[in-house]
């Protein structure tokens, strides 16, 4: 089995900051990528940023310049700056992973794994 556990949400005011982690934890023989998506109430799911294991990043044009991804490999953690925070990004914040695990003697990649998702309210 396959966990991921996010932490970090909340309430904060507009212009402030919070930071998500999400730890991987299970049967994991390695990471190709983890990222994080949004969704907000009446919306799509949206893809907010994304990194690779070899620390490579892709973000959301509505989020570029105010989050930043990171991620340590040795801890399977990934983890979301966010700064300048507007209302605009209210949503529940979903970690995703992209990963292989060694099931039986053979390699099993998917790209399914999802957390349970963590709130983050910004008041104006």
């Known amino acids: 089995q396959v966990q991921l556990v996010e932490s970090g949400g909340g309430l904060v005011q507009a212009g402030g900051s919070l930071r998500l982690s999400c730890a991987a934890s299970?049967?994991?023989?390695?990471?190709?990528?983890m990222a994080w998506y949004r969704q907000a109430p009446g919306k799509q799911r949206e893809l907010v940023a994304t990194?690779?294991?070899?620390?490579?990043?892709n973000y959301a044009d509505s989020v570029k310049g105010r989050f930043t991804i990171s991620r340590d490999n040795a801890k399977n953690t990934v983890h979301l700056q966010m700064n300048s925070l507007k209302p605009e990004d209210t949503a529940v914040y979903c970690c995703?992973?992209?990963?292989?695990?060694?099931?039986?003697?053979?390699?099993?990649?998917?790209?399914?794994?999802w957390g349970q998702g963590t709130q983050v309210t910004v008041s104006s």
């Open positions: 990194v690779t294991s070899g620390g490579n990043t």
């Open positions: 299970g049967s994991i023989f390695s990471i190709h990528a």
């Open positions: 995703n992973a992209d990963l292989t695990r060694l099931i039986g003697g053979v390699l099993r990649r998917r790209s399914d794994y």
